[in-house]
């Protein structure tokens, strides 16, 4: 059953505290992408990667770290450096140069406690 | 970067009413443009798209439209139902990156 996994689906973390949140694709995708939500908010990207071992930055990097070891995993570090990060999170994939359909996986909620 | 923008924030419409949602997008380099439908704490999914190279496409109730020179598409939703009943972004992908609308809540009332 092909698509994005990600996990926890709800995560509980303390000021200070670094967090990291996975994502795995089975879907062969080379591209992937990191989005936060917030209520009445659009998708606003925070980092996404073309092809293994290159990532570049979005809109709203400041404050998270991801790494691309693996052709199907982008996780998502949220550290202790970002200021508000209660939000929604989604990882989303895609077949890059065809301008294509983003997958979504079903989302993290993160909330600082 | 690019700059896309959504109205209305809200729309409410009786059931078996048309439903028209608006986006502008700044650059014109954007060649494709979905439209995605996100029911309350469930993913965004897909529902229609268009590329830059065409007007208009439809499919059942739901269609788009796309003005290249304008830089304005819209989504048109007709004989409303209460399951159609979510929130609603449209996108503009340039080189593979997909910039979002702000959304908008569709409540069709019964």
């Known amino acids: 059953d092909g698509g994005i996994t990600q996990s926890p689906k709800y995560l509980f973390r303390k000021e200070g505290q670094n967090v990291t949140l996975s994502c795995e694709q089975n879907?062969?995708?080379?591209?992937m992408y990191w989005y936060r939500q917030d209520p009445g908010q659009g998708l606003r990207l925070i980092y996404y990667?073309?092809?293994?071992?290159?990532?570049q930055k979005g809109d709203i990097a400041e404050g998270y770290s991801v790494s691309r070891e693996k052709k199907e995993s982008f996780p998502l570090t949220v550290t202790s450096a970002q200021k508000n990060p209660t939000a929604f999170y989604l990882c989303?994939?895609?077949?890059?140069?065809?301008?294509?359909?983003?997958?979504f996986g079903e989302g993290s909620r993160l909330t600082v406690l | 970067g690019e700059n896309v923008e959504q109205h209305p924030s809200t729309l409410s419409v009786q059931e078996g009413d048309s439903a028209v949602i608006k986006c502008t997008y700044s650059?014109?380099?954007?060649?494709?443009f979905p439209w995605y439908k996100q029911e309350l704490g469930k993913r965004p999914q897909l529902i229609i798209d268009?590329?830059?190279?065409?007007g208009e496409k439809k499919d059942q109730r739901i269609a788009v439209t796309l003005n290249k020179t304008a830089k304005h598409f819209s989504l048109h939703i007709t004989e409303t139902q209460p399951e159609d009943s979510a929130v609603y972004f449209c996108?503009?992908?340039?080189?593979?990156?997909?910039?979002f609308g702000s959304g908008t809540k569709l409540n069709v009332k019964p």
């Open positions: 989303a994939s895609s077949v890059p140069g065809r301008a294509g359909e983003l997958f």
């Open positions: 879907l062969n995708h080379d591209a």
């Open positions: 990667s073309q092809i293994v071992n290159d990532f």
């Open positions: 650059d014109s380099a954007s060649n494709y």
């Open positions: 268009i590329r830059s190279n065409v």
């Open positions: 996108a503009a992908s340039i080189f593979n990156k997909f910039y």
